[in-house]
Nanobody, 124 residues
Framework: VQLQASGGGLEQAGGSLKLTCAASGGTFRNYAMGWFRQAPGKERELVAAISRNGGNTYYADSVKGRFAVSRDNAKNTVTLRLNSLKPEDTAVYYC??????????????????WGQGTQVTVSS
C-alpha cells in the first residue's frame, strides 16, 4: 500500500487546514486508518483514527473538538480537518494503515504502512 499525504502548510493560530491521504496499491476499505504527528524532539503520537466503515472515530485529548477525521472508501482517501489551530499543533502529520481490522474497530496500535508526511506549521 502506498500512501500520499497532502494539504499541510503554514497557518496562523485559530486557522484551519485540511489534510488528505490518498491510498493506492491495496484494498483501502480493508484498513482502519490513523493520523499521527511528530513534532521536533517529541515522540510520534496518534491524533485521530477511523474505522474501516467510517462509523467510529478516535481523537487524542489534545485535538478533541478541533480535529475531524473522515474517509471516502470509494475514492480511497482519508481526510483530517484541523480547526482552531494552535502553535502546539506544529508537526509533520502522517497517515497510516491498520490492517487486520474489523469493520467498526478503532485501533491505537498495529499500524503498518505509512505515508511520507506533510508539514503543518502554526504561527502564533
Amino acid at each position: 500500500v502506498q500512501l500520499q499525504a497532502s494539504g499541510g502548510g503554514l497557518e496562523q493560530a485559530g486557522g484551519s487546514l485540511k489534510l488528505t491521504c490518498a491510498a493506492s496499491g491495496g484494498t483501502f476499505r480493508n484498513y482502519a486508518m490513523g493520523w499521527f504527528r511528530q513534532a521536533p524532539g517529541k515522540e510520534r503520537e496518534l491524533v485521530a483514527a477511523i474505522s474501516r466503515n467510517g462509523g467510529n472515530t478516535y481523537y487524542a485529548d489534545s485535538v478533541k473538538g478541533r480535529f475531524a477525521v473522515s474517509r471516502d472508501n470509494a475514492k480511497n482517501t482519508v481526510t483530517l480537518r484541523l480547526n482552531s489551530l494552535k502553535p502546539e499543533d506544529t508537526a509533520v502529520y502522517y497517515c497510516a494503515t491498520r490492517p487486520r481490522a474489523i469493520a467498526s474497530g478503532i485501533y491505537l496500535d498495529g499500524y503498518e504502512y505509512w505515508g511520507q508526511g506533510t508539514q503543518v506549521t502554526v504561527s502564533s
